[in-house]
């Protein structure tokens, strides 16, 4: 009861003070000076009635008392006759008041700045910094590469503008990206599509622009709305700044790139990740490579002067760099030729291409007295041999995966597509293909006994990409088109986990090891994929993230992955080791290098066999130092770039 009558008590004070707010200035005033009184008055009586040197008469005190309250309430406390009283306290009340307003009003204006700071609307003033358009879960991958590629930078910045509170967007970066090193984040609020709002971040004085992709089905009309408005803010003719974006939808890829103008760089997510899938189906362990190259924590593109090597050819070029290895040229105007014919002279205004660690690291140094020319063997081309392929799920990327597939198999190969039967997905590649023969079976792939028909072991490879169920995707719906499109992907990848769980069932049975390549959307994710040590995947958020970075610190790599990616161009292969050395014997990377040249290849590495299924490296050696000695048995593989 005393408990209830406590709380009742409380919450009857609560109402009256409520109440009393809730009566206007006015009244508030009058409230607070009569309480105010109550207790100055009390308070002054028993400080002059207990001091020993008060007056002895009672008006001597009453007069004591009303010093001590005028001067505590800071209105005087003058004695005299009444008129004087009175006029004394008239003036200390309007100063009073004037004090006040003016005190409120210089609260008034620093409440109102503190505010605009932490809302960020003021303007970043900062030259060579990078901009970030845009906040989707891509933003931490690109802060944490931006940060790491100017590692060796005295002082660089990065601006973020969205339409998020700054305060939230700088607490999510400082938790997911914990190493800034000497690189400044900041971040603005405002909307990407407003030119007025884009200037906050200065994007006239910055060295590159990103445009990051949003979530939901208009995410990609966002992005070419952001890349217009980036026009109208800075014209083209006066910009200096790399812009890179990204687009998810390959009929959105035309319309950005209009809108990006002629110097811009827009990536398609699903053209380049359908195009890794089928490199890496058919190259296992590519994208280990990929990650390794794209990663700026490890060896990455740069480009060399060709100083004393102008007038020699390409390659000469490959045994004139020690600890960089060269594959190919960025001409005087501005072309990219990869892995030229070793022929191809080089001209004074071009430079080297290389994989290096750092920029600084890209030294000249002759390294052919290394090449051991008595350990080089000349194995016979490989005859194409026709392939058995099997796809599991669908999305809007496997027509991709598809015709990319056609481009690379040999004749006579076949693909087995598994997916849920909806009625369209047979009729979404209608493409004249040339040397695949594709079979629909509907089925779901999570269901072990669709899966235990296929009689997985059999096939030459398996690419799991990710497949929404069609009635979760449509409840998950009822919350908007951005809430959708992620709840899609988030399922999609949950139906990949639990095919891996299958799939790695089904390898344990079989006592053998699938050639297994998988795709998902969010790198959260492939952390908790029942997966062996060094398996493929391609996680397509990291790896626009990953080329979207590399090409805004360095322009020309737009088109170096443009290559890489195409199926007609040059692209990176694991061949077997002893195709270019005699197995077992000890020798100079110098002699791998020399022995892939004269079959017109420029190797970069190698990986070994025993040591792919433990980390942190997977047995990966990208760019090792060319006079440094390696073993390779018959099952070890040599990374090199050549032609499909």
Known sequence: ??????????LRLRYRFDHLVAGGTAALIGWLGLACLAVVVPASTVLVWSDRSAPATLSGRLTAVWVSVGQTLKIGGAVGSPVYVL????LALVA????STLVSLITTGINRRIMSLRLGHSTVLEAGHTVVLGWSDQIFPVAGELVAANANQRRSAIAVLAPKDKVEMEDEISTRVTDRGRTRVICRNGSTTDPAELARVSPQTAKAVLVLPPGGQSGDAHVVKTLLALNAAVPEAGRGAVVVAAVRDSRH???????AGPAGHVLCVDDITARLLVQTARQPGLSLVYQELLDFAGDEFYTAPAGGLAGRTFGEALLSFATSSVIGLLRADGGVALNPLPGTTIGSGDRIIVISRDDDTALPADVSAFVDEEAIVTAPPGS????RLLLLGWNRRAPFVVDQLDQYVSPGSTLDVVALDDGDGRGRTTATRRNLDVVFHGGDITDPRVLAKLDVPSYDSVIVIGEADPGAAGTAAAGGPFEACDAEESLADDRTLVALLHLRAIAEAAQRELVLTTEMSDDGNRLLAPAREGADFIVSGRLISLLMTQISESRYLA???????????????LKPASDYVRAGREVPFATLVESARRRGESAVGYRLRARAGSGPGHGLRINPDKRERVRLTAEDWVIVLAES
């Open 384 to 387: 194409a041999l026709a392939e």
């Open 96 to 99: 009073l008041l004037f004090v």
């Open 253 to 259: 890829h035309a319309t950005a790139r209009l809108a």
């Open 559 to 573: 088109d170096v992955f443009e290559e890489l990616f195409d199926a007609e161009g040059s692209e990176f292969h």
């Open 1 to 10: 009861m005393a408990q209830e009558h406590t709380t009742s008590l409380r």
């Open 87 to 90: 006029a004394s306290v008239a």
